[in-house]
C-alpha cells in the first residue's frame, strides 16, 4: 500500500510549480510564486526543505546550486486529496462531489465531451 501524500496548501503551489516546469532551483520556483503571492525568499527555502524532509520533493546537491523535483506524481496525488475530499467532505458519494464541481464551475463544451468519454469508457470497462 503506498504511503498517505498529505501537502498543504504551500505545499501543493510548490509541487504543481514542479510538475509544470520540471527540476527547479528553490530561487526559479520562488520567482513564480512570487507573480502569484507575497512570500520571502527563505520562507521558499524552508518550505522546500520541509518537503525534501517529508519525501515531497528529490534533491540534487551535485551542484552548489541545490535542484529539486517532484518525489510525489501529479496524478497519485490528486487522487488521494480527491478520494480524502470524498469521504470527508461528501459523506463518501463520488457523484455530490461531481455534482457540486459542475454546478459551480462553467465547464468548457471540451470539458464536457472529456467527461462524456471518460464515462462512457467507465460504462464499457464495467461490463468486463
Given amino acids: ?3 498517505q501524500i498529505k501537502p498543504t ?3 501543493l503551489e510548490i509541487l504543481n510549480i514542479l510538475w509544470d ?3 527547479s532551483t528553490v530561487r526559479e520556483v520562488h520567482e513564480i510564486l512570487e507573480k ?3 512570500a520571502g525568499y527563505t520562507t521558499t527555502l524552508k518550505l522546500m526543505q520541509i518537503m525534501h524532509e517529508k519525501k ?3 534533491r540534487n546537491t551535485d551542484s ?4 529539486y523535483e517532484a518525489a510525489v506524481s501529479q496524478s497519485q496525488t490528486q487522487g488521494q486529496i480527491v478520494q480524502r475530499m470524498i469521504d470527508t467532505v461528501f459523506n463518501g458519494s463520488a457523484s455530490q462531489l461531481i455534482m457540486q464541481a459542475l454546478g459551480n464551475h462553467k465547464a468548457t ?9 471518460y464515462l462512457e469508457q467507465m460504462e464499457k470497462n464495467k461490463g468486463k
Fill in 1 to 3: 500500500m503506498s504511503r
Fill in 9 to 11: 496548501e504551500s505545499e
Fill in 21 to 23: 516546469k520540471g527540476a
Fill in 36 to 38: 502569484t503571492k507575497e
Fill in 56 to 58: 515531497l520533493l528529490k
Fill in 64 to 67: 552548489k546550486t541545490h535542484v
Fill in 109 to 117: 463544451d471540451e470539458e464536457l465531451e472529456h467527461i462524456k468519454q
